[in-house]
C-alpha cells in the first residue's frame, strides 16, 4: 500500500499565515516560510498555501512568497487561490511551486483544468471542491463556501477528473470547523476515482484522521488548526498513525 500523506495547509493574506472561520476573525498565525519549514522538518509529506488576498498587491507578494518558499523548503507544495487562467498558474509553478489548486474560477469555467493540464501536465493539477449536503445530495459550492451551485459533488469530481485533475481536494462545508471527523461514506465514494483524493475538513483527532484514510479511502488529510495551535503534533500524529497500521512516512 503507498504511504498516506499528511498535509498541513497555511492560510496566507498580504504574506502572512492566517487562521479563521470561513476568512473571518482572521489571527496571524506564523510567518508562512518559517512555519512551512517547521511542519517539513516535523515530517510533513506535502505544504498547501492558500492565498486569500483579492487584491492585485497581495497576488504580487503572494507570488514573491512562493519564490522564498521554494527556496527555503525541500517538500513538494502546492499554491492556490485566485488562479482563474493559465498564466496564472504558469505565474506560480514558474516561481517555485510544485502544484496549482483551482476551485471557484473551474467551476464557472471548467474549460480551465483541460487548458492548465494540457500545457503543464495533470500531475500539476488539484481540484479542490467544496460542498454541502442539502436534502441528501452534495451540491458544490464557491467563493468559500458562500455560493451555492446546481453542480453535484460525485458528477463535477468526475469531470474534473475527466478534464484533466490529476488531485482531488474535497472539504465538506458541513464537517469543516466541526472537528468532528469527516464524512468517510462519501470519501469512499471519490477513492473510486483514478486520482488520489485529498481528505478536508473535520479533522479534530487522531482517530478522525486515521479513519478517513483507511475506511473513506483517502490517500491524505489535509487540515490547518490543528497543527497551528499544536494540538496534534506532526510527528505524534505519524506515530499513532504507524500504530495503527496506517503507511506513513517518518
Not at 498535509?7 to 472561520?21: A, E, H, N, S, Y
Not at 518558499?69 to 487561490?81: H, K, L, N, Q, S
Not at 492548465?116 to 479542490?128: E, H, L, T
Amino acid at each position: 500500500m503507498l504511504a498516506k500523506r499528511i498535509i498541513p495547509c497555511l492560510d496566507i493574506r498580504d504574506g502572512q499565515t492566517v487562521k479563521g472561520i470561513h476568512f473571518e476573525d482572521l489571527r496571524r498565525v506564523g510567518d508562512p516560510v518559517e512555519l512551512g519549514a517547521k511542519y517539513a522538518a516535523e515530517g510533513a509529506d506535502e505544504l498547501v498555501y492558500l492565498d486569500i488576498s483579492a487584491s492585485q498587491e497581495g497576488r504580487r507578494t503572494f507570488t514573491d512568497l512562493v519564490s522564498h518558499i521554494a527556496a527555503r523548503i525541500d517538500i513538494p507544495f502546492t499554491v492556490g487561490g485566485g488562479i482563474a487562467s493559465v498564466d496564472d498558474a504558469g505565474r506560480l509553478l514558474d516561481a517555485g511551486a510544485d502544484k496549482v489548486t483551482v476551485n471557484s474560477a473551474a467551476v464557472g469555467n471548467p474549460a480551465l483544468i483541460d487548458s492548465i493540464a494540457s500545457k503543464y501536465g495533470s500531475q500539476f493539477v488539484v481540484v479542490a471542491i467544496d460542498a454541502r449536503q442539502i436534502d441528501g445530495r452534495w451540491r458544490v459550492t464557491t467563493h468559500g463556501g458562500r455560493h451555492l451551485t446546481e453542480r453535484e459533488l460525485f458528477t463535477w469530481a468526475r469531470e474534473a477528473v475527466d478534464r484533466g485533475a490529476g488531485e482531488i481536494l474535497f472539504t465538506s462545508m458541513d464537517h469543516d470547523g466541526t472537528k468532528n471527523g469527516y464524512p468517510c461514506e462519501t470519501f469512499a465514494r471519490l477513492a473510486e476515482l483514478p486520482v488520489p483524493v485529498i481528505a478536508s475538513g473535520g479533522a479534530g483527532t487522531v482517530g478522525h484522521i486515521a479513519e478517513v484514510l483507511t475506511r473513506g479511502g483517502a490517500d491524505a488529510a489535509l487540515a490547518a488548526s490543528i497543527f497551528h495551535y499544536g494540538e496534534i503534533p506532526i510527528p505524534r500524529l505519524k506515530r499513532e498513525l504507524r500504530e495503527r497500521g496506517i503507511p506513513v512516512r517518518l
